[in-house]
């Protein structure tokens, strides 16, 4: 990069600005951390980035159930929270457990870590937990997903990092996964 001199002493003020001003971009955060309440759920969460809301339908085993999605993508990463309803509170944990594995299978994957959440507020559930999936996308591409499993009275929630670029660091994934509670 050339800057043209003008006026003698002009350079270097010049230089400094923009200097500062390419810091300032750099020390830009790709995670923008807020605390949202997706609407719906009665929880508090932290996504990176401004979350949107939709439904869609979610087939779990024969049944067909409505899902409310909150997501967003940031640093080449897709943050997610799905939240579904089971009517009989006898197949809260068959349902749950239901989810996890088809979580599994929608990659081709296997579990690598699992680690029982620790979340305030929520239902204490045995098919709880979060996990580190090692899978493929339906490209073929090599996707690593972080996806935690709970539950609050007769409600599923299922709450997903994929982060299919580059891995996404521990702090990072600790911050989403950590922020959820039940105020």
Do not use: Y
Not at 52 to 65: D, N, Y
């Amino acid at each position: 990069m050339t800057i043209a001199k003008g006026r003698a002493g002009t350079t270097r003020p010049v230089l400094l600005a923009l200097v500062a001003t390419m810091a300032v971009l750099a020390c830009a955060p790709a995670l923008d951390w807020r605390e949202t309440r997706p609407e719906g759920t009665g929880m508090a969460m932290s996504f990176p980035c401004r979350p949107e809301k939709r439904e869609r339908p979610v087939r779990l085993g024969a049944q067909t159930v409505t899902g409310r999605l909150h997501s967003c993508s940031a640093a080449g990463a897709s943050f997610a929270l799905l939240a579904t309803e089971v009517a009989d509170p006898a197949r809260v944990a068959p349902m749950l457990d239901l989810l996890r594995r088809q979580t599994v299978a929608n990659v081709g994957g296997a579990v690598t870590a699992e680690v029982l959440p620790a979340i305030a507020g929520a239902t204490a559930n045995p098919e709880s937990a979060r996990l580190r999936i090692v899978g493929k996308l339906p490209d073929g591409r090599p996707v690593v997903e972080h996806a935690m499993f709970f539950v609050k009275g007769l409600t599923l929630f299922q709450a997903t990092v994929i982060d299919a670029e580059k891995p996404l660091d521990r702090e990072a994934l600790d911050t989403f996964f950590g922020s959820i509670r039940f105020p």
